[in-house]
């Protein structure tokens, strides 16, 4: 083997590290974007029991499926 073959080879697996190093890096950003839209949209839900008006508790716990 030639000595330009071995320049070669060292150059391609150093390029293959960086370009793994970038899709790592791409692939955490990702991430972080995913998980902030998550959190925001689960704080987006409104809170059920805000709006639930004082009722007794045996309301709503059965439903009649013979009707």
């Given at each position: 083997m030639d000595v330009t073959g071995i320049a070669r080879t060292a150059t391609t697996l150093a390029d293959v590290g960086v370009s793994q190093q970038v899709s790592i890096a791409v692939l955490k950003k990702a991430q972080d974007i995913s998980e902030e839209s998550a959190t925001a949209l689960i704080e987006a839900i409104p809170n059920s029991n805000a709006?639930?008006?004082n009722l007794p508790p045996n309301?709503?716990?059965n439903i009649?499926?013979?009707a």
């Open positions: 709006n639930v008006p309301l709503g716990r009649n499926t013979t």
